[in-house]
């Protein structure tokens, strides 16, 4: 990773991980101040519920979600975001097959 300028990442250079059953990840374009995550999940799965220091965007792309923090739970569909501070607990849900978009500030260290 370069620490300064511009860095560009081809969808097809992006590795591609299954951290859990129902879920693929896609790390894209980061640097140490921001990261950008493709999150491909399948309907049925249920991510487990957890929290970050890193403040994140939820973004989805296609398909429909439930996102539950802070005691209350909200379907998400297509073009739909939240905005997560960190530290915040949440869990999210794939209601149908779907494609989501994660952008994290600052990077998240663990996903590279």
């Known amino acids: 990773m370069k ?6 990442t081809a969808s097809k250079d992006a590795k591609v991980s299954k951290p859990e059953p129902g879920m693929e990840r ?14 491909e999940f399948t309907k049925g799965w249920v991510g487990a519920r957890h929290s970050h220091p890193h403040e994140q965007i939820v973004y989805v792309v296609r398909g429909k979600i439930r996102f539950e923090a802070e005691g209350s739970s ?7 975001s ?11 849900s794939a209601l149908e097959d779907s ?3 994660d952008l994290f500030t600052p990077y998240r260290k663990d996903y590279v």
Request: net charge negative.
């Open 82 to 92: 939240v905005a997560v501070d960190g530290s915040v607990e949440h869990q999210a």
């Open 26 to 39: 896609q790390v894209l374009a980061y640097n140490p101040k921001l990261m950008l995550v493709r999150n």
């Open 74 to 80: 909200r379907e998400l569909s297509a073009g739909d």
């Open 3 to 8: 620490k300064s300028g511009v860095v560009y």
């Open 99 to 101: 494609e989501v978009l």
